[in-house]
């Protein structure tokens, strides 16, 4: 079976995948606000990672914590300065505020450190597994992914505050009643869902060996939104499930089609994720998953 | 209202056009980024639902045109119209799809559901290879071929200056037409309150989809003109550049949505703030662009033409449409 490797390949980049959506569904589900300058945070953690490791020699995981502060910190501005004054002038304003914001982080990261490809590379060594050889430092990333996921939903479910971010999903009107002080679950939702974010980028890094460069967002905004939609907007758990089903998808994708002849296989799969998001939102706007 | 202000500033644009060849390339830069904003707005302005995918019409214009001059030789002039034709039915046939399953969507899904359109379409071209695949079609000698040498250089020149503002101007008419018949009360009420306009018996996805087809339309014949029958070119890198939404919604916004005049304001001011800024600050244009929607959004939402608008007489507003 020489689809094997592809499938595990696929569930390991999945679980990274999973991991950057996380952010997306919660600011969705808590603010009912796309955040399509999304891929922006995810190139602003992949630049963490490159200079933490060329300049510092600071190792991913240690990366990871300051891209997770650091995007902390971002989220709390965006909250303050597009999405709270915004909030009343409609969904329109804040879609292309954040659409033209997403578009200045990328031009201003042009400016700062230039157009090219960059990457790095983490060695800790390797593993044989079902006939993939698997890089210890991808695992690693696919390990802390899941660790990110199963945390924040016992975050949401045991903790008070995450009980407050649940309340105000379900009804934001009737969690002010209850005295939850509903500004300040969208400020700490906004500030965590972009910290998720930023620190899946850094992990992201670890899969893409040369792919570090100003316009790479894009494309992880669009696949983001495509498994955000498959989980279930909103979906914390449904967002990495989908997470990855998407990875498997696009590994095994790109398979099939080169053994279809296709010149550019992996072009092929991303046409195929965006067509999945229009069947998806015609036949089940809700998610694939009951999570 | 009265179309009559917008409509003379087309005509008198593509009257300078043929009388000073030498500057149709200016004219034509500055009439694409008001016929831009012009089509634009006839979605986005009078549905508020935003599409992230909307460059796509734009590639489908220019691919209709690129693709009858390469792969249907022989047609002689009749390639022009033809490719044309083709080109807009393309970019209808596009918005009718994804407008059928997606405008049934509330606003933030449609937008998701539209952010792979643009992306999706790229990669589909350059993946499966077909109409170029990355490579693109280089349209200068098929049209030298077809249309002899000096009407292709016309063409290019004077003649795509003036497809590109009279697709300006159609969008003037067509918003015209939309906004002082049914569909224009229609789409406001659907705008004010969508679940009332449905209680009232509007179909709001009807209403919705005309002004998204017709929109598709107009950047379809904006895409043809500009970048198959201008640049005699189509590049998958170009014509899906997804900067050009950014473009058309500055053009709006500045202007001010749903306004008829906005976009020739707003791309006027537009185009010379852009050249001026490239000028001092060489490739800082996108940034600009970027930072300049964002402060109109958040700070002039209303845009120029549109608060001007609430300070005129209702008699000079007649004239300001």
């Known amino acids: 079976m020489e689809v094997i490797p592809y499938f595990l390949s696929g569930l390991i980049i999945g679980s990274v995948y999973g991991l950057i959506t996380l952010g997306l569904s919660l600011i969705f589900g808590v603010l009912r606000v796309a955040n399509v300058a999304h891929g922006s945070f995810v190139m602003i953690g992949a630049y963490v990672a490159f200079f933490g490791f060329t300049l510092w020699g600071a190792p991913p995981p240690a990366a990871g914590i300051g891209a997770l502060a650091l995007g902390a910190g971002l989220g709390a501005l965006v909250y303050y300065v597009v999405v709270k004054p915004l909030m009343k002038a409609g969904e329109l304003n804040i879609l292309v505020a954040l659409f033209a914001l997403g578009l200045l982080i990328a031009e201003a990261a042009r400016m700062a450190w230039g157009p090219d490809f960059r990457g790095y590379t983490w060695s800790i060594g390797s593993v044989s597994l079902g006939g993939l050889v698997l890089e210890l430092s991808k695992a690693l990333g696919a390990l802390t992914a899941l660790a990110t996921a199963v945390g924040l939903e016992v975050f949401l479910r045991r903790t008070y505050f995450g009980r407050a971010v649940r309340a105000v999903v379900q009804d934001p009107v009737g969690a002010q009643v209850v005295g939850i002080d509903v500004e300040r679950v969208f400020l700490l939702s906004t500030a965590m869902g972009v910290g998720i974010t930023t620190m899946g980028g850094v992990m992201l890094t670890l899969f893409i060996p040369v792919g570090i460069n100003p316009y790479m967002g894009g494309i992880y905004t669009l696949i983001s939104f495509v498994i955000a939609v498959m989980g279930g907007l909103g979906s914390i758990m449904g967002a990495y499930m989908a997470g990855l089903l998407f990875g498997v998808f696009q590994s095994v994708g790109y398979y099939v089609f080169s053994l279809m002849g296709f010149a550019q296989p992996f072009e092929m799969a991303l046409f195929l994720a965006f067509v999945l998001l229009l069947l998806i939102l015609l036949f089940k706007p809700t998610g694939l998953f009951r999570l | ?321």
Do not use: C
């Not at chain 2, 009232?200 to 009807?206: A, D, E, L, S, V």
């Not at chain 2, 058309?248 to 537009?270: D, K, N, Q, R």
């Not at chain 2, 662009?289 to 120029?304: C, E, N, S, Y």
């Open chain 2, 1 to 321: 209202m009265k179309p009559y202000i917008p409509l003379g500033i087309y005509l008198a644009l593509m009257a300078a056009a043929f009388a000073a060849p030498e500057y149709s390339k200016l004219i034509a830069s500055v009439a694409f980024f008001m016929a831009l904003g012009q089509a634009v707005n006839i979605f986005v302005g009078l549905t508020r639902y935003v599409d992230f995918g909307y460059v796509a019409f734009l590639a489908m214009g220019a691919y209709g045109v690129g693709v009858v001059l390469t792969y249907l030789p022989g047609l002689g002039l009749a390639a022009l119209p033809v490719g044309i034709a083709l080109g807009v039915a393309m970019a209808a046939a596009l918005a009718a799809v994804v407008g059928a399953i997606a405008l049934r969507l509330r606003g933030a899904y449609f937008a998701i559901a539209t952010i792979g359109v643009n992306e999706g379409l790229k990669h589909l071209i350059v993946g499966a290879n077909i109409w170029g695949g990355g490579a693109g079609l280089i349209l200068s000698s098929a049209m030298f071929r077809e249309f002899g040498r000096e009407t292709a250089l016309f063409l290019s020149t004077v003649g795509s200056t003036a497809l590109i503002l009279f697709a300006g101007a159609l969008a003037v008419v067509a918003m015209y037409l939309i906004q002082s018949g049914r569909a224009g009360y229609a789409l406001a009420a659907v705008r004010q309150d969508e679940d009332a306009a449905k209680v009232m018996g509007i179909n709001p996805t009807k209403y919705k989809l005309l002004a998204f087809m017709t929109s598709a339309s107009l950047s379809g014949l904006l895409g043809a003109s500009y970048f198959a029958v201008g640049n005699m070119q189509v590049f998958p890198e170009n014509v899906f550049f997804i900067e050009y939404i950014l473009d058309g919604m500055a053009v709006m916004f500045l202007g001010g949505a749903a306004t008829v005049t906005g976009p020739i304001v707003g791309g006027l001011i537009y185009y010379f703030a852009r050249d001026l800024v490239g000028q001092v600050w060489p490739g800082a244009q996108a940034l600009v662009t970027a930072l300049l929607v964002f402060i109109i959004v958040v700070l002039l939402p209303r845009g120029i033409v549109g608060t001007l608008r609430l300070h005129l007489p209702p008699k000079a507003r007649e004239w300001l449409p």
